[in-house]
């Protein structure tokens, strides 16, 4: 079974300045797939950046990058010059990439992320 | 627009009465999947469907039914519903199950007295 935990449960930053979110797994599965998702206050769910566990370099998109340590399991979002509209709650979560687990995504709780002007 | 429909939004209803959320994407993705999400506890699956006339459980499957008889459809049943099912109910779809990301509704959310 696979198990996400991110550990802020909220967490503040200025507007323009960088944050990491922390996200750490465990996994038995020797290939798996690791999500970051976003939730505004409206309520939809938005894919923001995925690793894949066999992936060299680290993902990156615009101005989310996920910092992807193996050996530690962790896959951090680090978002570069916050803006005001990414207020949100942000979700990791993972899936293996083979066998009947890769129908099951697992999430983590989620951090709520304040942007301040 | 490709999209992933769910009806109602938003619902309140008594215990014991039957529901249906339903959930339709015009993707013509193999994959679909049924979430909750509670304050605290994050997103959990209740079902998750590999194709046409195929689903199976996830974490949290106990008082909801599905079915999938068609591709792009994916209702979600709750044949009694109890008050610790009042939740925020998300559908999700993707092309197929593994490495690519979930294609989201916009939420259902159910309250049940």
């Known amino acids: 079974a696979q198990k996400i935990t991110q550990t802020q449960p909220g967490m503040f930053v200025q507007e323009k300045e960088a944050v990491t979110l922390d996200c750490t797994y465990d996994?038995?599965?020797?290939?798996?797939?690791l999500f970051w998702y976003k939730q505004p206050s409206s309520g939809e769910m938005i894919f923001l950046i995925y690793?894949?566990?066999?992936?060299?370099q680290n993902a990156t998109e615009g101005r989310y990058s996920l910092n992807f340590q193996k050996a530690r399991k962790s896959a951090n979002l680090v978002i570069s010059a916050s803006q005001l509209g990414d207020s949100a709650m942000y979700f990791c979560?993972?899936?293996?990439?083979?066998?009947?687990?890769?129908?099951?995504?697992?999430f983590g709780k989620g951090t709520k992320l304040s942007v301040i002007p | 627009e490709a999209q992933v429909t769910q009806n109602p939004r938003y619902l309140i209803t008594v215990t014991g009465k039957k529901l249906t959320v339903t959930c339709s994407q015009n993707?013509?993705?193999?994959?679909m999947s049924w979430y909750r999400q509670d304050p605290g506890l994050g997103l959990r699956q209740i079902y998750y469907?590999?194709?046409?006339?195929?689903?199976d459980k996830g974490d949290v499957p106990e008082g909801y039914k599905v079915s999938r008889k068609e591709k792009r459809n994916f209702p979600l049943i709750l044949e009694s519903p109890s008050p610790n099912q009042t939740s925020l109910y998300f559908c999700?779809?993707?092309?197929?199950?593994?490495?690519?990301?979930?294609?989201f509704g916009e939420g259902s959310r159910l309250t049940v007295l």
């Open positions: 690793q894949g566990s066999y992936d060299q």
């Open positions: 469907s590999m194709n046409v006339e195929v689903t």
């Open positions: 979560a993972m899936s293996p990439l083979r066998g009947a687990g890769s129908y099951q995504l697992t």
């Open positions: 999700a779809s993707s092309p197929e199950a593994a490495g690519r990301e979930l294609f």
């Open positions: 996994t038995s599965d020797p290939s798996y797939g």
């Open positions: 993707m013509n993705h193999e994959y």
